[in-house]
Nanobody, 114 residues
């Protein structure tokens, strides 16, 4: 049974940083491309970042490159998203996904506010 459990969200002020984690189990994590998505209130879900198996290739949504970094630890079966210089428009629920298995986590809330 595939399980994806996100953690690390919270309330931060503009300019601060957060690192999200996605603990994966029930499948051969190291063999799969992984994605982070986010969904802000009243908006469609969007792709934040993608990482291929072994982490040799990464891709980011428009305007996120340079502030967000996706990474993975295949020994820990964990996906990460480091988010720097967070802004109010980054407020959203962040989800991890295994696209080829169509499996999603439950999401973790990130709120950026003064």
């Amino acid at each position: 049974q595939v399980q994806l459990v996100e953690s690390g969200g919270g309330l931060v002020q503009p300019g601060e940083s957060l690192t999200l984690s996605c603990a994966a189990s029930g499948f051969a994590f190291s063999m799969f491309t992984m994605r982070w998505h986010r969904q802000a209130p009243g908006k469609e879900r969007e792709v934040v970042a993608v990482i291929t198996p072994t982490g040799d290739s990464t891709h980011y949504g428009d305007s996120l490159r340079g502030r967000f970094t996706i990474s993975r630890d295949d020994n820990r079966n964990t996906l990460y998203l480091r988010m720097n210089n967070l802004q109010p428009e980054d407020t959203a629920v962040y989800y991890c996904e295994v696209p080829t298995l169509s499996e999603w986590g439950q999401g973790t809330q990130v709120t950026v506010s003064t």
